[in-house]
C-alpha cells in the first residue's frame, strides 16, 4: 500500500475517529523493511538525521530487516501528507518498503 499523498488524510481521519487531540504532539512509529541489515542502518541514519528515532532489527520473516522510526509530532494533514510522500521516498532509495505507522490518541486537556 502507498502512502503517497494521502498518509496525512488516513491519519487525521483516524485521529478523529479515536477523539484524539490534535492540537497535542503523537508519538509515531513508522515500519519500513529492507532485504540487508547494511541498508536498513542506511536508511536508519537517514532518518536519525531528520530527528527521528530508530531500531534496526531483523524482520519477522526473517527475510528482510525492520526500521522502526519514531518521532512526536503535532499532527496535521498537509504536513503528514508531506511525510508521507518523504517516506515513500526515502524506502524508494534504499530499495526499501514503506509498511505504515501507528501512533497513540492524545487526550484532551
Not at 20 to 31: E, K, L, V
Not at 70 to 84: R, W
Amino acid at each position: 500500500m502507498s502512502y503517497r499523498n494521502r498518509m496525512g488524510t488516513d491519519v487525521m481521519r483516524v485521529l478523529a475517529e479515536q477523539t484524539s487531540d490534535i492540537n497535542q504532539p503523537h508519538i509515531f512509529d513508522f515500519y519500513f523493511y529492507f532485504k540487508d541489515e547494511i541498508t536498513a542502518r542506511s536508511a536508519a541514519d537517514q532518518l536519525r538525521d531528520a530527528g527521528f528515532k530508530t531500531v534496526v532489527r531483523p524482520g519477522a520473516d526473517n527475510l528482510n530487516w525492520l526500521c522502526l522510526s519514531t518521532k512526536g509530532i503535532i499532527p496535521s494533514e498537509q504536513g503528514l501528507n508531506s511525510l508521507g510522500n518523504d517516506l515513500e521516498d526515502l524506502a524508494l532509495k534504499y530499495q526499501g518498503e514503506f509498511d505504515g505507522w501507528e501512533c497513540a490518541t492524545a487526550k484532551h486537556s
